[in-house]
């Protein structure tokens, strides 16, 4: 009984050290391990510490890319037990690439810009050297 009463008092401040914790990652007081470390003594399980680092603070600078969403979708599906896939850096990496050509390619298509040719070549190498990597991993 004694015990039941002490969490119960305790038990606002939870979510208050989650906060703390969260906070202090966002400002990069601690890195990725130490918040998943820190969150883990709170009992969260890894993959649930990892999901909330995922959403909590690296999602904070919001994705930008269909695969970094995918991302974000693998680590919950990993975090609440269900199969799940691990998205490759490699993968994000290409993924940024082709969304930063698309882009470039749309900025120069708009200001009639002599490049429009050369970045429309490299954005069609880079959506199938994309899909051919996603392939290949499986996803």
Known sequence: KIKAVQEERIADTTALTRSLIIKGAKEEKLTRDETIELLMLKNYNLWEAEYIYDIEVGAASSPETPMEFRQLVESYRHAVGLDFKEVPHELLKADRKRSDLRLRLSQ???????EVAQLQADLEIAEAAFRNMKAGFGL
């Not at 120069?108 to 002599?114: E, F, G, S």
């Open 108 to 114: 120069a298509r708009a200001k009639d810009a002599p």
